[in-house]
């Protein structure tokens, strides 16, 4: 058998041969045609891609103006008190305004040294007035001192320097926090301390205004301070897309949120400026959790962890709230507070280390607690002051557009915490004495209303809507309309007087029974409230005694529309049914409808409108409404000035002479009310200063058992005791002579009749006796006794 060869083995037995192709074994053209392939495609994927995120970046870009260029958020609407200023020449009341001191939080102290304390003698006032933004821009604390003389001051000092004029903080009345319990105190850049703005760049993001949204560089500076420290003392989110994950997103930490933030970032950036971004941060932030309610941005953060506004801030209370952003739940005060005060002194050697502070303050920082408020619970004033706030509710409504009330405005009023206090005191005293004392068991119930405004400038500073202080209910001064009965008078009278040729105060009117019938048939039939009759009396008695016959002769003598139109000149809005029975007061009112009516009275027939709002400033401190005070005479002085001395004689010798003994040896005007059945008791009285609207009642309009002189006056009268009162003077106006009357006939004379009597008078065209009448000299005879008819003399 022949042997095989190696070349005659089996292909089976052969091994399997690779085969290389190289490129010169391709076929010519094969690399250009795979690339012609592939760059197509990979330019229409890529072009595709740009064009998606074009359009994703178009949306968002519109998601990111919206929010921000329109409503960014629910701003609670912030209400201030009256701010009180001081000048040399101006009356003060040092007891006053101890009390306003003390009621806004300052403490007396021998010795005034910071923020917050006051000290106080007969002749001088030191205040240190706390850090406060006006308006146009944050106002650093300063050092206030008042010298006082006799009731006015002599001269007034800022910090050493004398001045014309100063000023003080006022009390913050309410914050309305809005329905997505996102509670917030909006504040402008131009507000919050240099310091406090240094100190949150340095640890947040210290390239803020270098970079354009999103900084490599931070992000690397903060990986290695972190790994220095060994802890996180630095984050690497600059501080627009901390913004953009507050404002737009949620916190999710994925990385189509991280892709999310960066464009955004990238937009607010190329839209808006460095300084707006910063200001939407301050007010942004979330700094922490009151119950159901989140704590954002700054302003609102002073507050909640130290009671204080962010312009009254120190150095280790900023590096608080600096720290707390990194968690608000891990460093909360309350709860931890050795891990808070860690973050906090770290910040501060921080501020040490870049010349933010000085080695003293340093010093004196760190070893401070961390000073919080005893309590978690803010302190909610609007529990305290809620009639009062509904006005102003009211009045914004009038003024502003809601969109307008939304946008962290601030509203400075003309309420006094002081005024309003002794108000709410009264009424709850007065009520509980008066129900102890009156036969009528169930007068529990009674209520009451009253009003205060100052009346040269129309300026509400206290209001209570009923006897349960701090009660947000029904609101009785605004809202509880009830007849006004003879609180209608002086309007009448004044509508008489204005017609002096043929009305004066001597004038006689006919008291005597007296009928009207209605074309339903029904006769109306008034009386006099004794039930008596006198034939006839001077103009002045009908109304300082109040007589129901003689106002309503002179009221349909002088004519129903006349009576009509006077009422809406002294400022009721509303139309009035013309009828015999509203020369009564059968016209329903709130006790603030009544404080206008008798504001025009008060002042002289000068109109001023009622109102509690004196300024609205937008969160940049723009001057979105300011009160404009009106100074038109609608009434003569000179029949404003009889009107004032009838009312007056009221409290001196009509139905409120009580006051002669409430008040005594002080000088008021003003004229009380009573209703059918005594089922409401009204007084209003004025001062040279102050109007004071008062209403008894009850709300069921069961029966009080009250008059005007003895219900409400006497809520009036401890009132004005405790606020106390600046008797009013009485200087004639030009064309008004005290002139004399005879009082039988009504007639002005110039000789010296049995029955003369002196009034003042408006002299323009009055007619004057020249010798007595027959009717005074019968009268004469008819007082003589049978001796002095006989013998005479």
């Not at 007969?122 to 106002?139: C, E, M, N, P, Q």
């Not at 009622?610 to 003569?636: M, R």
């Not at 004399?740 to 000789?751: H, I, N």
Request: net charge positive.
């Amino acid at each position: 058998m022949a042997k095989k060869t190696p070349e005659t083995k089996s292909s089976i037995d052969k091994p399997t041969e690779k085969k290389v192709l190289n490129s010169s074994a391709l076929p010519r053209g094969y690399g250009l045609l795979k690339w012609k392939f592939w760059f197509p495609l990979t330019a229409k994927l890529l072009f595709i891609a740009v064009v998606i995120l074009a359009f994703y970046t178009l949306y968002l870009d519109a998601q990111v103006r919206n929010k921000f260029e329109g409503q960014r958020w629910q701003v609670p609407v912030q209400v201030y008190g009256k701010i009180e200023r001081f000048q040399a020449g101006d009356e003060i009341n040092m007891i006053q305004v101890g009390q306003t001191l003390h009621l806004s939080g300052y403490k007396k102290v021998r010795n005034v040294s910071r923020a917050g304390q006051y000290a106080l003698s007969k002749k001088r006032l030191i205040v240190y007035r706390r850090a406060f933004d006006f308006g146009s821009g944050i106002t650093d604390a300063e050092l206030i001192t008042l010298n006082v003389s006799n009731g006015l001051i002599n001269s007034v000092y800022r910090d050493n320097s004398a001045v014309e004029q100063v000023k003080l903080e006022p009390i913050l009345i309410d914050r309305i926090v809005p329905e997505n319990k996102e509670d917030r105190v909006l504040v402008s850049l131009q507000s919050v301390p240099e310091r406090l703005l240094d100190t949150l760049l340095l640890i947040e993001d210290r390239d803020f205004y270098f970079h354009a949204g999103v900084s490599p560089l931070g992000i690397a500076r903060a990986f290695w301070n972190n790994m220095r420290a060994g802890r996180t003392v630095q984050g690497g989110s600059t501080l627009t897309q901390q913004l953009v994950k507050n404002m737009y997103l949620t916190r999710d930490k994925t990385l189509w949120r991280k892709l999310n933030e960066a464009i955004m970032a990238l937009l607010l950036e190329y839209h808006y400026s460095k300084d707006q971004l910063l200001e939407a941060y301050i007010n942004e932030v979330y700094l922490g959790q009151h119950y159901a309610n989140g704590i954002y941005g700054f302003g609102l953060a002073a507050e909640f962890y130290f009671g204080k506004s962010i312009a009254q801030l120190n150095a280790e209370q900023m590096a608080t709230l600096i720290g707390v952003i990194k968690g608000p739940s891990y460093y909360d005060p309350w709860r931890y507070s050795e891990r808070t005060k860690k973050r906090r002194d770290l910040i501060l050697r921080l501020m040490f280390e870049h010349d933010y502070l000085t080695k003293p303050e340093f010093i004196l920082a760190v070893e401070a607690p961390l000073s919080v408020r005893k309590k978690r619970r803010l302190n909610k004033t609007k529990k305290k002051f809620p009639a009062y706030l509904q006005l102003v509710k009211r009045e914004l409504a009038q003024q502003l557009h809601p969109e307008d009330q939304a946008s962290g405005i601030r509203v400075f009023t003309n309420f006094s915490i002081y005024s309003q206090q002794l108000l709410e005191n009264t009424v709850s005293e007065q009520l509980s004495a008066l129900s102890k004392n009156d036969s009528q068991k169930d007068n529990k119930q009674l209520q009451a209303a009253m009003v205060v405004t100052e009346i040269k400038t129309g300026e509400i500073k206290a209001l209570v809507g009923g006897k349960e202080s701090g009660y947000a209910g029904f609101n009785r001064a605004l809202n509880a309309k009830r007849p006004i009965g003879s609180l209608i008078k002086p309007a009448i009278y004044l509508a008489a007087l204005e017609r002096y040729q043929q009305f004066q105060l001597a004038t006689l009117l006919e008291d005597k029974a007296i009928s009207f019938t209605a074309e339903s048939g029904e006769v109306w039939q008034p009386k006099n409230y004794d039930g008596k009759y006198r034939d006839q009396v001077p103009l002045i008695d009908g109304l300082v005694f109040s007589l129901n016959i003689p106002t309503v002769n002179l009221g349909m003598t002088l004519g129903l529309d006349n009576i009509a139109d006077a009422f809406h000149l002294l400022g009721y809005p509303e139309d009035i049914v013309l009828r015999p029975s509203m020369l009564l007061g059968s016209l329903n009112m709130s006790p603030y409808q009544v404080q206008q009516l008798y504001l025009t009275i008060a002042n002289q027939g000068h109109y001023v409108h009622g109102h509690v709002l004196d300024k609205v400033i937008s969160a940049h401190g723009e001057t979105l409404w300011q009160y404009g005070l009106e100074d038109v005479a609608y009434f003569s002085k000179q029949a404003s000035y009889l009107l004032d001395h009838a009312l007056s004689q009221v409290t001196k010798i009509g139905t409120a002479r009580s006051l002669t003994w409430r008040l005594k040896g002080k000088s008021l005007a003003g004229k009380t009310g009573t209703t059918n059945d005594q089922r409401d008791s009204w007084f209003v009285g004025y001062d040279a200063k102050h109007l004071v609207t008062t209403w008894v009642g009850r709300d069921d309009n069961k029966p009080t058992n009250f008059t005007g002189s003895s219900g409400a006056l006497v809520l009036f009268a401890e009132y004005m005791k405790q606020q106390g009162v600046n008797s009013k003077t009485f200087d004639m106006p030009e064309g008004v002579e005290m002139t004399l009357f005879e009082q039988a006939t009504g007639d002005a004379t110039t000789v010296d009749c049995p029955s003369n009597i002196s009034y003042p008078a408006i002299i323009d065209g009055l007619v004057y006796r020249y010798s007595c009448s027959e009717v005074s000299k019968a009268k004469n005879e008819k007082k003589k006794s049978w001796f002095e008819r006989l013998f005479g003399k």
